[in-house]
């Protein structure tokens, strides 16, 4: 994991309050331990996934939806149906049954663990946006106010993803790890694309009620990224 992945820690941490790294053994995955602790961040990452966009576009998570996925695992702070336009809506419904998959197809390969204690709540998103900033800004941002805020509250996530996915891919000992790996990195980079596209159509607006585009807010996420990364991945 180089610095691409560190940066993905690093803004990822902000939301979970705890990251879960099993430490149970199990006998019947015959995976190296590396590879193991990779795709277990992963899981991790997958459950903040699922249940940030499924809330956002239809207020209810995997409790309501995959109630086994969740294996008990405590339902998340502060998340919320977001006020999204039908078509958003519809996409965002996609990723969050696209990261479904992703939760099945990682317990099939690792253990895996119950869904970790997530902070979904507006503050967690407006802490990474101020930090972005290097100001708080006011009205703190919330990011399921509406279409624009959601998109670029989206622009974080599966960049996080892909660079953890990308960073780890290369550590991968086992072709059967490398093969999932592969998988997530692909859909991760669809999800991207698709976000990438959005806000772009949307360039030029102003994200209410601040005096500031939404190129400038990913220019700054861009930047913040590149910042806590240090030399990682650039755009
Ligand atoms: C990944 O591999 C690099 C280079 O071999 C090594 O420095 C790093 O510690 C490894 N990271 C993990 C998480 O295994
Ligand atoms: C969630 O995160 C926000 C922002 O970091 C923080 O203010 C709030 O206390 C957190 N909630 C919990 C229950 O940890
Ligand atoms: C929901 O979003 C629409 C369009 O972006 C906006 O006009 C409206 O004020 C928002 N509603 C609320 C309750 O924030």
Known sequence: MLSSSITATMIFTRFLIFLFISTAVNSTFYLPKSDMNL???????????????????MGKGLDTIEPNLATGGPPPIGAQQANLSLLVRDIITQFGYQEIGHIRAIKKTVQGFPR???NLSADSFSTVINAAFEIPLSPPFDP???DINYLISCYIIPYVGLTGYVGANPNLSSPVS???VAGLLGVES??????RSLLYERANEKVVPYEVTVAEFTQKISQLRDKLGNSGLKD
Do not use: C, H, T, W
């Open 144 to 146: 399921y106010a509406n």
């Open 190 to 195: 669809g999800q991207d694309a698709v976000i």
């Open 116 to 118: 970790p204690l997530l």
């Open 178 to 180: 490398r093969k999932l």
């Open 39 to 57: 795709l277990e961040f992963s899981l991790n990452l997958e459950y903040f996934e699922a249940e940030y966009f499924l809330f956002g576009s």
